[in-house]
Structures are given as structure tokens and as C-alpha cells.
């Protein structure tokens, strides 16, 4: 009982959100251009690992639309658009960059987006998402092209959920059980598509060129969007210690993160010594720590971006996560793998997969629990001995 009262809640409290944002979606869009066939928006708003694993499939999708005579328009999250403007600007004809996080309250700034978007006339949209932001959906609603293609994605059904279902003419099915989040695009690509992909599954690997050869290093990266999957800044500076203490000048160690990672790396420098570490939190562009990445002798990471980024460019990787989405991101199946990429779990989670049980938990796992003594000796076990 108890459960069904928390669920309408939530049902009533996104009825509100999206009445709200309704409003604002229907004026914003009342003169929008009429229609044109060769016009396509592709729409992502989730989050930089997303689009990593995305891209290939992005690339295959603007071939099939380009063998129509359309033309692609990428509507990107603002967290990820440099990455889309360096790397894959030969896929789309145009990129709009959205900051989604506002889109979804700052009123004045969605009716500009949407107005934009409005004028440009789309004959199809696609939502290749699996988990849909219902507050980004709610304005296709109001978009008046004739093809509007979505997942099934979670499968959520009743109140609002059919309102915004009921905004796509295909919604196309979607596995109800775990699928890596790469698969999982394919899945979206192949049912858009109304057939098999029949060749070779695309590379992930990004265009990146390393850079030049010096003195090896490793990176350490302690950010995370999420304050549960970081793994505590007094972790990383004991990791720090110990590799310097194993391997002294072997190895430079190099501290990578956003400007939003500057008071967790200025916390590991000030533990560690500034003689030891290099510290580059807030100092790197996207394409910048690709490539740092990639040139580097080991990644330590958590759950986010630049884990895949080293899995991708086949830098060897740690990636320190909480587990409760096991399989949905990491770990990446061997076959898309070009170095070790091991993944350390919290005590009790690593229970739960030695018994099979790939369940999300009903709590969050405490990612503190990883001591920095394990992923020390994971760290030695992939460098190996010292020189």
C-alpha cells in the first residue's frame, strides 16, 4: 500500500512538472515551421559516458539517413558537445547545444531552444534514449513532425507516462532485462532501421592521438557527476602515496578532472605534495583529457567519463564503482576491450556477484568501503613489478 501511495505521488508531482512545462512547450512552438521530409533531429541529453557509447551507432544512423537525402541535426547535452563538435562533425549538418539541466526549469531558456528548433521545420524526430528525461519528452508532444520515434525504454506506464507516450507515432521495443549500454544502442539503431545491422559491430574507439611520448604516467581522476559514486578524496591521496612510494619517479602521476573536481584535487595535492603529483583538475578541455588518457600508463577512475574514455582508447583502466547498475555500463564486455580494464566493487557487492546476483540493491553501496590497499595492489598487479 505503502508503495502505491509513493508511486501516485510521484505521478501527481511530474502531472504538475509537466502541465508547467506544457505550457510553455505550446506557446513556443505554435508558429513552428511546416514540416520537411528531409529534415531529422536526433535528441541527447544524458550524460558524456552516454554518448561515448552512443556514437558509434550515431554514425551509422546519419549514414542511412543521408542514403534517404535527409539531413541530421544533433540537439547535444552542453556536458559533451565539444567532444561531438571535434570528433564527429562530419556526421551531422548542424549541432545544437543544449544545457538540458536548465532546459528543464529555466522557462525563458526552453522557449528559446524550442523556438529555434521550431523554425527548422522537422520531418522526424528521434529520442534514441533508454531511460527518457520526461521533463526533456514533454515538448515533442507539440512538435508537429510527422514521424516521432522513441524507445519503450523503462517501460513505464499509467498517468502521465501515457501522455508522453502518447507523443510518439513508434515506440520501439525495448529488452526488459540489463543490456550493456552499447548493446543497448544497437538495439534502438537495428529497430529504428526495421532490420539487422549485417556487418561488423562498430568500433567505439575515439579519434584520439595521444600525447607525445615522455616519462610514462598515471592518471588519477576523482571526479564524478554523482557524490555516491566518488570514491573519497582521502582514498585517492593513500593510492597516491603508495604507487609513489612503489614505483618513485618510474611513473608521474597526474591528477585529471572538471572545475567542478578543483576542491577534491586541491585536498589529494595538499595530502599528497605538489613534488608528486601533478595537478590538471579544471585545466583540460574534454578533448584534451581524451588524449591524456589515452597516453597514459594506467587510468584510476570512478563511474564516469574518462573510465570510458581509457576503456575505449585501450589505456589501461581501475574504475572504482558502487555496482548497482552492474552491466549497464561497466564492466564492458571483453569483445569491445583492447587492454585490462578491471573493476573494483564495495565488499558487499562483490558477495552479491560471487552468488550470482546481479541485482540492483535497494540501498546505495558505500564505494568508501574500497580501501585504498585493494586498489593498490590492483594498480601493481596491471604495472607491474617496478623498473
Known sequence: MLARLR??????????????????????????????PTRVLVVRNDSIGDYLLYRPWLRLMAQEIRARGQHLTLAANALWAPLAQAWDADVFDELVVVDFGRFGHDLGYRAEVLRGLGAAGFGELIYPLHVREPAVENCFRFFAAPQKV????????????????????RLLPAAPTVLFEYLRNQEFFEQWRGRPWPGALPSPVPPVVPAPAGTPYIVLFPGASAKAKR????????LA??????????YRLVLAGSPADRAQGELIGQTVGGAVLDNRCGRTTLPELAALVAGAALLVSNDTVAAHLAAQAGTPGLTVLMGENYGKFFPYPLALLRAPNRCLFP?????????????????????????????????VELLGPPA
Not at 508511486?7 to 508547467?20: D, E, I, M, T, V
Not at 570514491?231 to 593513500?238: I, K, L, N, Q
Open 231 to 238: 570514491w573519497p578524496a582521502r582514498h585517492f591521496a593513500r
Open 347 to 379: 565488499p558487499d557487492m562483490e558477495e552479491r556477484f560471487a552468488a550470482g546476483n546481479f541485482s540492483r540493491p535497494d540501498y546505495n553501496p558505500d564505494i568508501a568501503r574500497i580501501s585504498p590497499e585493494r586498489v593498490l595492489a590492483a594498480a
Open 7 to 36: 508511486q501516485l505521488r510521484r505521478q501527481w508531482r511530474l502531472h504538475r512538472l509537466l502541465a508547467r512545462l506544457g505550457r510553455t512547450d505550446q506557446r513556443a512552438l505554435a508558429g513552428q515551421a511546416a514540416p520537411r
Open 241 to 250: 602515496q603508495g604507487l609513489h612510494q612503489r614505483y618513485g619517479p618510474q
Open 150 to 169: 522513441g524507445s519503450e525504454g523503462e517501460h513505464r506506464r499509467g498517468g502521465p507516462y501515457d501522455v508522453l507516450n502518447a507523443a510518439y507515432t
